[in-house]
């Protein structure tokens, strides 16, 4: 018997895509959310690990080098296999040629709280960060988030990058921070690792959130016509 969610909920990368998607995209990210595979089979799941460690320990190339070996190693037993291999060890390659400069001076940790809703008009957004960055600036503590995005056939615009920043920096405010530290939208960015591009939570982000609001509305009104 089918999956079918009942209340309306899309992953923040997924709502980001939708943002910049056509009239029939658009359509299909709802159906697809809405409709979600009973087995889903996971890509990059060996590169995200050694993408988050490689960020949390200081960015030890020979760490990443060593990983590509080990999955070079990987039996494949069949096709899919084959190409996510293929796939990891292209991300990891990509990763050492990225610019992390931005996280100078932050201590970084693994996300590993229960993913909390955020609901906006009706539908709940799963935001589910990779990493939480902190930074001590003067007696100032500043938090942040950082999402991963690894597909190389679905890349994120400049724009959508933008959105998930957005909606990390909402995270981060509503259940990261504790009294007396600030949420920095500078710390709440969108990796595209396939693009080796970083992109953090703009300044404006009341005119995104509204731009986020209009999108929920529409697709809590479409969950009930797919």
Known sequence: MPIIAKKPR???NKLAEYLEASPTRRKKIISDAKNPAKFITTRYTNARDVIKNYLIAGQD???VLESIKEIEEIEAKSDFQEQDKALSIESLELLLETD????DECEIINFDDAN???EIAGVNISVNPDLVLTKRVGDITHIGAV???????NLLTNESQKIVGVMLHDFTGKFLTKEGENPNPKLSMSIDVFQATIDCCPKSYTLRMRTIETACEEIALWWGKL
């Open 100 to 103: 992390f400069a931005v996280l």
């Open 147 to 153: 999402k991963l995005h690894l597909s190389k056939s």
């Open 61 to 63: 190339e020979d760490y």
């Open 10 to 12: 899309i992953s923040v």
């Open 116 to 118: 909390k809703l955020i």
